[in-house]
């Protein structure tokens, strides 16, 4: 699809541009009826689409499954994840699986956040000035989220124990999803939290 689709825009911006001052000053704010004004919105949609070059929309379009769906289903099965039933039946299963879930969602963000607050005190890094604490606490969440060098270790680890293997595999993956949800739960916080602040500091 990216060898097929057309590389350039049908429309050139300047005159989607153009166009859409002339909409916007052809067009009330207030049309009665609502859709009044429809036939020349609508316009102005298929020319704003096309002021974007078809290989761009496929990307923009497939960008989701891509990121979510094909690099992870893919990344699983070059690194030769295979889960079975019984890995998690031990209790040395159970005890490896929830302590790489422990240590990747609970350890990675104290590590970070530790490791931050250190560099700054000691004066060997700084901050940008946009970038808080919570936004560190964030980023160290998201570290969690990779698994292809956990598993890579893993193999290396319990190369000879493959039901061991199994158990950390369970893990690994496990402490990826829950990893991805605390991150996005946490920076939905963080946002809500700056947006209070935002407009509690808007003057009345």
Do not use: C, Y
């Not at 050139?12 to 009826?33: F, L």
């Not at 316009?43 to 989701?64: G, I, N, Q």
């Not at 890995?87 to 931050?116: C, D, H, S």
């Not at 560099?119 to 160290?140: F, I, R």
């Amino acid at each position: 699809m990216g060898l097929l689709a057309p590389a350039a825009p049908f429309q050139r911006p300047r005159a989607v541009s153009a166009e859409a001052r002339r909409i916007a000053e052809a067009t009330a704010d207030d049309p009665e009826p609502p859709d009044a004004d429809a036939p020349l919105w609508l316009e102005l949609a298929d020319l704003s689409r096309e002021a974007v070059s078809p290989v761009a929309r496929v990307e923009h379009a497939l960008l989701v499954w891509s990121s979510f769906v094909i690099v992870p289903l893919f990344a699983l099965a070059n690194a030769g994840v295979h889960i079975t039933p019984s890995a998690l039946f031990t209790t040395t299963g159970i005890t490896i699986a929830v302590a790489i879930i422990v240590a990747r969602v609970v350890g990675k963000p104290i590590g970070v956040v530790a490791a931050t607050r250190l560099s700054v005190s000691t004066g060997a890094g700084t901050l940008p000035s946009d970038v808080d604490g919570p936004a560190v606490l964030g980023l160290g969440v998201t570290a969690g989220i990779g698994f292809t060098v956990a598993l890579f270790i893993a193999d290396l680890a319990f190369a000879d124990r493959p039901a061991l293997l199994d158990a950390a595999k369970v893990g690994v993956i496990a402490a990826a999803i829950l990893a991805g949800a605390a991150s996005w739960l946490t920076f939905r916080v963080i946002d809500a939290r700056r947006r209070r602040q935002s407009s509690g500091s808007v003057p009345r």
